[in-house]
């Protein structure tokens, strides 16, 4: 990374133990700011637990996390969830419209959604108007996936965190959502860290790339490392993953 980047979020030495079980274990790093970074490693890495880190859903140990050069701890709960959006595998829809869907995090701070943030956003990514009057069961996974997508932006975060949110999907829908990603980060500037376990999927989106294995960060740098790592424990991770 050059020396005239910015990171959006730096760990500093970070543990993270769960019923006496250690998840993470010295986490130093950092994520340039308005960039796509990928995670990748074995199941049981650490990954989503350092996702949950970086939007205070859990706290560290030890060790200090810092958002924009400001200690984590310092953000109000509700403004770090602003600053810090996640969306997840599951996509999960609550019952009745896309635009209920989308209207989601602002009900939940008592405010009225703009309709021109829902139309905004339900256009970013890929989707008719008319969208928004259709009841969220009856999309389909890719559908739901790109509204779970519009309905993390509607707060426009500046750092977007995706947890697997291709794993599921047929290889169009990969595709759709990866390109949507890219102008996502290319249209708002925003901050991206995705875990996947694709590892052709890190390298075409991944500008950089971070390899976490045994709650440890193992090998971080240009998301090309994965094509030749110098780890030898990546090197046996990249290879099993490429068989």
């Not at 986490?27 to 995670?39: D, E, N, Q, Y």
């Not at 009745?96 to 956003?121: C, H, W």
């Not at 509607?154 to 949110?165: F, R």
Request: hydrophobic share 35%; glycine share 8%.
């Amino acid at each position: 990374m050059t020396k005239d980047t910015q990171a959006a979020i730096q760990f500093s030495h970070v543990d993270y133990q769960s019923d006496g079980t250690e998840i993470l274990h010295n986490i130093t790093g950092w994520f340039p700011k308005k960039r796509i970074t990928t995670l990748v490693g074995p199941s049981g890495a650490g990954k989503t637990t350092l996702f949950r880190l970086c939007n205070g859903l859990i706290s560290p140990d030890s060790g200090e996390i810092y958002i924009d050069d400001k200690k984590i701890s310092s953000y109000e709960p509700v403004e770090l969830r602003r600053k810090v959006g996640i969306a997840l595998q599951s996509a999960k829809m609550v019952p009745g419209t896309v635009r209920k869907n989308l209207a989601l995090s602002f009900e939940l701070q008592g405010k009225e959604m703009p309709i021109d943030t829902a139309e905004e956003m339900i256009r970013l990514v890929g989707l008719d108007e008319s969208f928004l009057d259709r009841n969220a069961k009856d999309l389909s996974g890719g559908q739901r996936q790109k509204v779970s997508i519009a309905r993390t932006l509607v707060m426009k975060p500046e750092i977007l965190l995706l947890d697997e949110i291709t794993s599921s999907l047929d290889r169009v829908s990969q595709q759709e959502i990866e390109e949507l990603i890219v102008k996502i980060n290319e249209t708002y500037g925003t901050t991206i860290m995705w875990i996947t376990h694709n590892l052709r999927q890190a390298l075409s989106i991944g500008e950089y790339t971070w390899v976490m294995m045994d709650g440890e960060l193992v090998e971080t740098g240009e998301s090309s490392l994965l094509k030749e790592p110098q780890n030898a424990r990546v090197q046996t991770f990249v290879k099993g993953e490429s068989e």
